[in-house]
């Protein structure tokens, strides 16, 4: 499945920084251990996370979660 | 295909689009990736015009885009991350991670929606480093396409687009649903009838500004960045199925 979350909350982490890339993939596996894999982007300012079906409450601590299929 | 009344209709317009070879490289020997973000990346591509498709005769209107590919292998005995920055020109475009099995291949597929409107002389580059050093590349690729041709606001008749799977590497494996579809695009809404015989013919067709005639599906009707992973399989890669020749007879109507 494939997660979305515009907008999401990061801060203080800042994805200009490799190590913040590094504690934001930390604690996405800590809350769904399952993930795949996710992808931010800059311009849209939008989390994308690729997780097994399940994953939405999880995800929330980062934002209004909607799910691609 | 109808004979259409030569009072409304202009000439008929052919184009050809020729692609050149994907840009790619293996290492001699795989390169250890470090354990955090490095410096300077390790893949970098500067577009230039070998890498453009070619469209003959020129007149046609489309929107230039790129899918970039990195592989390597995990060795080690445990699952590793494997982290990425996607820049262009310097500035970010995206980073995130994937997980890669004990002793599987990994390829990363960049086709992010921001590498529309790429040009000659734009930097693109990927910087990887991973959670153990016995992570490593060894391949990288580039491959350009065009996407969103074709007129605009003009009642179209006689469509016809031919299309091939894009690029084709010299080595690994399309993935699963690789090269499947074009979009075509029928009104200037993100969403189209997804086909993937060749050729796509239609009576008529209006296509609008945004979309136009067609649309890739990696990097535009879905923008996408995913590590495909596998036992022995990479690259490991999408394709798209791009056009090649398109033609069609525009009407004097405008709308």
């Not at chain 2, 009707?221 to 090649?244: G, L």
Request: hydrophobic residues 40%.
């Amino acid at each position: 499945m494939r997660y979305t979350i515009k907008h999401p909350k990061l801060a203080p982490l800042n994805m200009d920084s490799g190590d913040d890339v590094m504690t934001l993939d930390a604690a996405l596996r800590a809350a769904v251990p399952t993930l795949d894999g996710w992808s931010y982007g800059f311009a849209d300012d939008t989390l994308t996370v690729d997780a097994p079906p399940g994953a939405e409450a999880a995800l929330a601590a980062w934002g209004e979660v909607s799910v691609d299929g | 295909m109808a004979n259409v009344d030569c009072r409304i209709a202009r000439a008929l317009q052919s184009y050809t689009i020729t692609y050149p070879s994907p840009d790619e490289t293996l290492l001699a020997s795989p390169q250890a990736l470090p354990t955090s973000e490095p410096a300077t990346p390790q893949i970098e591509f500067t577009i230039g015009p070998q890498h453009l498709p070619t469209v003959s005769p020129a007149g046609l209107t489309y929107t230039l885009t790129a899918i970039l590919y990195a592989a390597g292998q995990n060795t080690d005995g445990a699952q590793q991350t494997v982290y990425y920055r996607l820049l262009k020109n310097g500035e970010s475009l995206n980073t995130g991670s994937a997980a890669v099995p004990a002793g599987q291949y990994y390829t990363w597929n960049f086709a992010p929606s921001t590498l529309l409107g790429i040009t000659v002389g734009d930097v693109l580059a990927v910087k990887l480093w991973a959670t153990s050093a016995n992570v490593n590349w060894r391949y990288k690729a580039l491959a350009c396409a065009i996407t969103r041709a074709g007129p605009a606001g003009v009642l179209l008749v006689n469509l016809n687009i031919s299309t091939t799977p894009y690029p084709v590497l010299t080595r690994g494996n399309p993935a699963q649903y690789g090269s499947a579809y074009i979009y075509l695009q029928t009104e200037d809404k993100n969403w189209g009838s997804g086909l993937s015989t060749s050729p796509i013919s239609m009576r008529a067709t209006l296509p609008l500004g945004t979309y136009r005639l067609c649309r890739l599906y990696y990097g535009d009707f879905q923008s996408t960045i995913q590590a495909w992973t596998h036992v022995s399989y990479w690259p490991y890669y999408y394709a798209n199925r791009v056009p090649t020749a398109i033609s069609f007879r525009p009407l004097t109507i405008r709308v």
